[in-house]
């Protein structure tokens, strides 16, 4: 139990940060930022202050001293080092695929300076950043209104985590080094290629085994996905269009009643409404009845 409460830290850390620095913001006009924008700024400036640190253990007085040097200029030089994530300390479970409209709560979850990349081809690719930053970034928002708006056309579309290699850096395992590129499938097919597994050389033999055995995962994994496409191929009229048209209609429909009821919820977390515990029992209820078929709104 305890190594699945330690999961969830670095996420308890930056939310604890981001609430301390909102509220000495909140205090004058001049100061003022949006909810996103604070947490753009925790994550280039406060969080790397304090990563890797027990929440629970991270006095207030702490966070504000330090917010305090760096709103009034005394942050040294070596304070502003680049401190990135390990996009292998984030499980696969979390990254290796998503529906089109879970990728924000993707970022939300995983470390905040892990670094990261939205891969949407056609649609949008941002810059590579901190997951906070990203999150918080109104491009991310955009690239989601972009693919719902063509929703009816992407059917079934999905997010896959792939970790890679920044160009023109070494495989040599430095936090830096590495981004996770969250690649949009519409067909079930994602390029692998460039995917790297933390290290080059000189692997141990149970490395070399877990290697193998993700490589197995993810072809399994598109054989599946094919399999399932074939099927529901075969399923579709020939003739009559009506049959066809309808029950893609409907689904389009409902999947947007789904979008517009997480966005709510999630403004609802935001404002303070629900605890992240409440928020994640409300989000896995709404998406249970999606997927039975019940009524959203």
Request: proline share 4%; glycine share 6%.
């Amino acid at each position: 139990m305890a190594k699945s409460r330690k999961k969830y830290l670095p996420q308890k850390l930056f939310a604890k940060l981001t609430r301390v620095a909102r509220k000495r913001f909140d205090k004058s006009k001049s100061t003022q930022k949006t909810y996103q924008e604070t947490q753009k700024w925790v994550s280039a400036n406060l969080y790397p202050l304090f990563k890797g640190e027990n929440p629970n253990k991270v006095k207030i007085s702490d966070i504000e001293a330090a917010l305090d040097a760096i709103l009034s200029g005394k942050k040294g030089p070596t304070k502003q080092k680049i401190t990135c994530g390990d996009v292998f300390s984030v499980p696969d479970g979390d990254i290796l695929e998503m529906n089109w409209w879970e990728l924000e709560d993707t970022l939300f979850k995983i470390d905040p300076i892990v670094q990261t990349r939205i891969n949407a081809e056609g649609f949008f690719t941002s810059s590579t950043l901190p997951a906070g930053q990203l999150y918080a970034d109104s491009d991310t928002k955009e690239a989601i209104n972009l693919i719902r708006e063509n929703q009816e056309n992407l059917s079934g579309a999905t997010w896959v985590g792939v970790r890679k290699l920044k160009k023109g850096k070494k495989n040599d395992g430095s936090p830096c080094n590495y981004f996770i590129d969250f690649v949009l499938s519409t067909d079930g097919d994602v390029d692998y290629s460039d995917e790297v597994f933390g290290e080059e050389i000189s692997l141990t033999p149970e490395q070399e085994a877990q290697r193998d055995e993700r490589r197995k995962q993810i072809e399994e994994i598109k054989r599946q996905r094919a399999k399932a496409r074939r099927a529901k191929q075969r399923k579709r009229p020939k003739s009559t269009k009506q049959p066809v048209s309808a029950p893609k209609k409907q689904d389009a429909e409902r999947e947007k009643q789904l979008v517009k009821a997480l966005e709510l919820l999630r403004k609802d977390f935001d404002d303070g409404i629900f605890t992240k515990a409440e928020y994640k029992k409300e989000r896995a209820k709404l998406i249970s009845k999606f997927e039975e078929g019940g009524e959203i709104l």
